[in-house]
């Protein structure tokens, strides 16, 4: 496989869907959405290199930080081939183990009952801005799915996504979320809410 194919050079792009020498913009919803989800998923290479300096574990019964991230990765993988339009959607149990991370690592935090300004250690910060960055994904994906624009009209550049892609991306910005929390608090910093004055 060439590094380069110089094929896009005048701004457009092929789906894995599309019909042969069809080709769309890369201004379009659909390369936005995918380049978003590309944007998360190295932003978690980051995360992962990171972790590598102190790679802790969740509980005893879970895999290394490094590991969940990894996961998440691949499923980041699998919810871009989906919207490019492979045969390939996310898996029920892949959610199911997702929410296990997540009320593993609450068994190990301090009850959470407010929003926290980022900026403890570095690792919290990285997972704080990777949870951003999967919401706006999350948002891009949505677009897709929604039939009509604010207007009533109609859009012509959807998607179908399945149940569990969708809600693959919603418990993502979740277990970053848990994540980035159990980070500050394995480092000992004392986390600070708004003051909202």
Not at 65 to 86: C, K, R, T, Y
Not at 130 to 141: D, G, I, M, P, Q
Request: aromatic share 8%; hydrophobic share 35%; with cysteine.
């Amino acid at each position: 496989m060439a590094l380069f194919t110089g094929k896009g050079d005048g701004g457009t792009t092929k789906l894995y869907d599309t019909e042969k020498g069809v080709r769309i913009s890369k201004a379009s919803p659909i390369a936005e959405t995918l380049g978003t989800l590309d944007e998360v998923n190295s932003f978690l290479g980051l995360c992962k290199v990171e972790v590598r300096k102190d790679n802790w574990y969740v509980g005893s019964e879970y895999p290394s930080i490094e590991h969940i991230i990894h996961e998440l990765q691949e499923g980041l993988f699998i919810v871009q081939a989906e919207i490019a339009g492979a045969e390939k959607s996310i898996k029920g149990s892949r959610i199911v183990e997702m929410e296990e991370v997540i009320n593993a690592i609450e068994k190990e935090l301090p009850p959470i009952n407010t929003f926290f300004i980022s900026g403890g250690c570095k690792l919290s910060s990285l997972l704080d801005y990777a949870r951003t960055l999967s919401r706006r994904a999350e948002r891009r994906v949505v677009d897709l799915i929604e039939p009509l624009y604010p207007d009533g009209k109609v859009k012509e550049y959807r998607r179908k996504v399945s149940r569990e892609s969708l809600a693959f991306l919603n418990r993502l910005s979740s277990v970053l979320y848990a994540l980035a929390r159990l980070s500050n608090h394995k480092s000992g910093i004392k986390e600070s809410a708004p003051k909202y004055k």
